[in-house]
Every structure is written in structure tokens, then in C-alpha cells.
């Protein structure tokens, strides 16, 4: 099992940055594959940014790609979702995922994913 925990949500202003954190928990977390989700009110889950077990890949969704930036700390059993230039489209709840892979590649489908956090609002007001 793996346990997850997002923090680093809040309500800030359009142009302004947040960093999520998620702290995992349970299995070594080197094995893992890592990836940031969201979903709006009314909107299905969709995933944001991707990462490798050991950090050299990543993925990011076309909406997000040169503003976020997803990175890991493989000591601190840490996932981080840089998020800058926030815009109001950019508001829902944050969820961190984790699946173990043998490769080390990015996990990009949502229904690969086995472990969630609770997730973290993010709320960016125009």
C-alpha cells in the first residue's frame, strides 16, 4: 500500500504561483511513478504532469506545459507541482497518484494509477 498527502493548496490571484507538495508513504518511493491530476466542478479527473521514478522523464498536459513543472526528491519521498503564471481555468482539486512501474517511464493514463491522495483546492481568482 501506499499512502499519499497533498499540501500547498490555497487561493491566490491570477499570475500568482503555488508549489504543491505530496509526501508518500509505505512503499519505497524510488519504485513509483508519480503524477499530478485535477478536476473541476462538473469536469472529469484529468491529469496535469507526469514523472518517472527517478525524475528524468516527464510529461505535461498542453494547458499547463511552460507554466507547471513537476519534479521529485527521491530522499524526501517528495513529489512537487511548480505552478506559475496561475490562471482562473487553472482552479480545481489537486490530487497526487502513484503506481509502481518496472521501467523507468511516466504513467499518464488515469486509470493506471492504483494509489491517490486526498487532494488539495487550488482556487485562482481573476
Known amino acids: 500500500q501506499v499512502q499519499l498527502v497533498e499540501s500547498g493548496g490555497g487561493l491566490v490571484q491570477a499570475g500568482d504561483s503555488l508549489r504543491l507538495s505530496c509526501a508518500a508513504s509505505?512503499?519505497?518511493?524510488?519504485?513509483?511513478?508519480m503524477g499530478w491530476f485535477r478536476q473541476a466542478p462538473g469536469k472529469e479527473r484529468g491529469i496535469v504532469a507526469a514523472?518517472?521514478?527517478?525524475?528524468?522523464?516527464?510529461w505535461y498536459a498542453d494547458s499547463v506545459k511552460g507554466r507547471f513543472t513537476i519534479s521529485r526528491d527521491n530522499a524526501k519521498d517528495t513529489v512537487f507541482l511548480q505552478m506559475n503564471s496561475l490562471k482562473p481555468e487553472d482552479t480545481a482539486v489537486y490530487y497526487c497518484?502513484?503506481?509502481?512501474?518496472?521501467?523507468?517511464?511516466?504513467?499518464?493514463?488515469?486509470?493506471?494509477?492504483?494509489?491517490w491522495g486526498q487532494g488539495t483546492q487550488v482556487t485562482v481568482s481573476s
Open positions: 497518484a502513484a503506481d509502481r512501474t518496472y521501467g523507468d517511464a511516466v504513467i499518464v493514463g488515469r486509470d493506471d494509477y492504483n494509489y
Open positions: 509505505g512503499r519505497a518511493f524510488s519504485t513509483l511513478a
Open positions: 514523472i518517472s521514478r527517478s525524475g528524468t522523464y516527464t
